[in-house]
Each structure stands twice: as structure tokens, then as C-alpha cells.
């Protein structure tokens, strides 16, 4: 595969300027500039970032309102649901929101969606259900900006519904009492790629800062919003790298069980991201993957050690055999590109029956890095195709997807990652579709860039390439 490789071209004067002023190493400094990181104050915060960094929750959009109604909830002793999805990202929102709630003395529960059964986000038989519990309030995390007639249904039973999700809205936003999203077209929050665990974080500040709290009973869940983030590979940025700086080090002294039995399960000796990213969230999301995904949030609201330990062990065995399923649909979708040769088109769209849901995104992730290609796998099951898709940077999936919207029947997501569903009749049209539209955006002609930031002399001569993938 061709990469393209491009040099910075660095300001040696702002370079010289930051080692001088902060007492750094050049290569430090030049990551800095090259990253347009030069403000005296961007330069503190990315290298020091305290909890004075955090922005005001209340330019999210709809933030003023939400918080009124679960306030009035909590004076009322109203009940809460919090409907949520099943990867890390989603369980530890859920648990975030619904440990801060407990402590404010609300009776709340959780719904999540089986993802082999019901898929991603709201349904109508799961609302249904909350309704037939008595609920009144529900809140949504993680999901709900693109549930429009879901939101709907909702609203016909009475039910009235806050949406906290970090997804892209479409056209039409839901008629719910508050949308928390800051990717909302009129969206004034100065950060818009928080996760969704990142969403509740700012939902649950302001709460404590309206109920007249002190610090601490926000922060303090800082761990489990630190592992919710790193794992959904948003970009540790701005908001979200003073979210991973500071939760990393709550991680490493985590009061929570099923934290701490899921870090000395992984048997990393450092905790840094990469523990995060290789240790815990693999782990957590083989639940939501194999269709247990209960069983991952309960680790994290247990407060029995001997269950938890029982939990950690569950979660180790589901993932051992996410990775036995993995690795066979890899080896079938490998074989189907290069029978068909699927490689040598613009985009790589798969379908087959019997293909585990929970598993083909990973293998779509997988295509596409092998192969630098838009890919979507889809699961041929009772007439409808059913699947996930990743891309490259440089091409919008999702936006790709609006184009193709005529032959789907429902679909969400971001830039570079998506899920859908559509009739299995529709395959070949969609495919086809999908392969016009890559076309025209002229994704061939996308190379993957390594960024050179300089070089790293060593001793006796030796000299490195040091390089940053954007």
C-alpha cells in the first residue's frame, strides 16, 4: 500500500520560544507547534490540564432545560430510566448517570438493547416496556439523536424524553424535551467531540453546580468517564484530554470493583491508555458484542467483591470467544475480496448470513485498515441485512450513507464509523449506490498520510524517523 508521507514545516522561532519559557525537550516543543498549540495557555492546559479546564456545561445545547426537569424529577421523587447502548462508551455512561442519581436518592433504572436481538439504539417494544414500568422520564445516553418516530412513540405514551448522545444529528432533530448534543447545527459549546460518556460528565456537572454541590461529587466519577472516552477512540484533545489526563490518575487509585478486579484481570503493570484501549475495553464491549451486555454494566454497579470477581471472569470468557468468531469472518470476508476481487473497487461492501452482529464492525475495522478502503459487512438474516461499517479520513460514511438513505431502512453514526439496516433485496442497489458515491468523491485518489513531526538523533549516529498518524 502507497503512504504518503509530509513534513511539518515548523516555526523554529515559536519552537525555540516554548523550550525556553517551559522547560522542555525539543521534540516536545516542535509536536506542539506542529499541532498549532502555541498559545501560552493552550500549552499549559495540554501539558497540565487541571479541573479549572473543564468548560461551562451550560453552552450545551438544551443543557438549562434538562437539568430543570431532573431536578424537578428528584424534588418529586419521580423515577428515572436511563436507556443506553451496550459498548464502552454506552455502559459507562449509564453507570456515570446512574450512580450520580442514586446518590441523589432516585429510584433508577437502565434499559439496554440486546444488540443480536433489538440493535442499536431506541425501539418501540423497549419504550413500550418503560411505559408498561410506570416510567415518566427517560433519559437517553450515548444514543437517541436519530430516533426521531422512536421519540415520537414516546411522546404519544406521555413519557418525556432528554437525549445526551455525541453522534451526528440528521436533518430533523427528535421532538424530545432537551437534545444535549453538541454536534447540533446550533450548537455554541466550544468542544463538539466529547464522547458520549464525555455528554453525561457535563450533564452530571451541571446538576451538581444547580443542586449546589461540591466538586468532588462530579468529579470523582472521572475514572469511569476516562474509560469511556479513551475507548471510544475520540480524539484526546482539548475537553477530552483533560478528561483522560485527570481520569487516568483516578483509574490508577479506582474505588470502583469492577474496575479494579477488570485492571488486575488485564495484568498490565502500568496504567496508561493503552491499558485502557487493549485491557478494559475489550473486555467490556465482548459483552455487548456476545449479547450480555448487562452483565458489563453490573460490573461496574456492583458493590460485592466475590460478585464482581464472578463478573470479571464472565467477561473474560466472553471475550475469548469474540476472538474465536472474529478471527473466523475475517478469514471468510479475506476469501470473499479476493475471490471477488473486491479490492480493486472504491469501497468494500460484504454481506453473508450467519455472521455474528456483534462482531462484523470489528472485522469491518479490520478491512479497512488492511486494504485503506470505506468497508460495510453486513448479516443476511429473516430479509434484512444488518451491519456496521468503518471508514478512512477523508471520506464521511456517514454523509455517504444520507446519499444512500432511499435504500436503507434505518442507519446512524459519524464520519468514520456507522451502523445500518436494510433489506436484503436492497443489498446489490445499495452496494452499488454506495460504490457511485465513493466514486464521486473520489476516494481512490484518498492515500494514508504519515505526518513527520522531525528526527530523532541517537547515539552513535543513529538516526529515527518520529512520526504522528493523524
Known sequence: MNKKWEYYSSDEKSIEEIIEKFKVNRLLATILVNRGIIEEEKIRKFLEPTRDDFYDP???PDMEIATNRVIDAINNKEKIMIYGDYDVDGITSISVLQKFLEERKVEV?????????????????????????????????????????????????????IITDHHEPLEQLPKALAVIDAKRKDNTYPFN????????????????????LEEKEWLKYLDLVCVGTISD??????????????????????????????????GYKKIDSGTISFGIAPRV???????????????????DINNVKQLSDKLNEYNKIRQETEKSIVDKALAMIEENEEYKKSTIVLGSKGWHHGVIGIVS?????????????????????????????????????CKCSNYLEKYGGHGMA?????????????????????????????????YIDGTVTRRRNETRICKAIK
Do not use: W
Request: proline share 3%; net charge negative; glycine share 10%.
Open 193 to 212: 467531540q466529547l464522547a458520549g460518556v464525555g455528554v453525561v460528565f457535563k450533564f452530571i456537572q451541571a446538576l451538581g453546580i444547580k443542586l449546589g
Open 365 to 401: 475495522s479490520k478491512i479497512t485498515e488492511m486494504y485503506f478502503k470505506p468497508s460495510i459487512l453486513l448479516s443476511f438474516e429473516d430479509g434484512l441485512a444488518k451491519g456496521s461499517g468503518r471508514s478512512v479520513p477523508g471520506f464521511d460514511l456517514h454523509e455517504a450513507l
Open 418 to 450: 456507522v451502523g445500518l439496516t436494510l433489506k436484503e433485496e436492497n443489498f446489490e442497489n445499495f452496494k452499488q449506490t454506495f460504490e457511485e458515491v465513493a466514486k464521486q468523491e473520489k476516494v481512490e485518489e484518498i492515500l494514508p498520510v504519515i
Open 233 to 266: 477512540i475520540v480524539p484526546l484533545i482539548d475537553e477530552n484530554r483533560v478528561i483522560a489526563k485527570l481520569g487516568l490518575k483516578l483509574v490508577n487509585v479506582t474505588k470502583n470493583l469492577g474496575l479494579k478486579c477488570l485492571l488486575e484481570s488485564a
Open 109 to 161: 433504572e437502565s434499559y439496554i438493547p440486546n444488540r443480536l436481538e433489538e440493535g442499536y439504539g431506541l425501539n418501540k417494544q423497549a419504550i413500550k416496556e418503560i411505559y408498561d414500568k410506570g416510567y415518566k422520564l427517560m433519559i437517553t445516553v450515548d444514543c437517541g439523536i436519530s430516533a426521531e418516530e422512536e421519540v415520537e412513540y414516546a411522546n404519544s405514551l406521555g413519557i418525556t424524553v
Open 58 to 60: 451550560f453552552l450545551m
Open 285 to 303: 464491549n465482548a459483552c455487548g458484542r456476545m449479547g450480555h451486555e448487562t452483565e458489563a454494566l453490573d460490573i461496574f454497579l456492583s458493590n
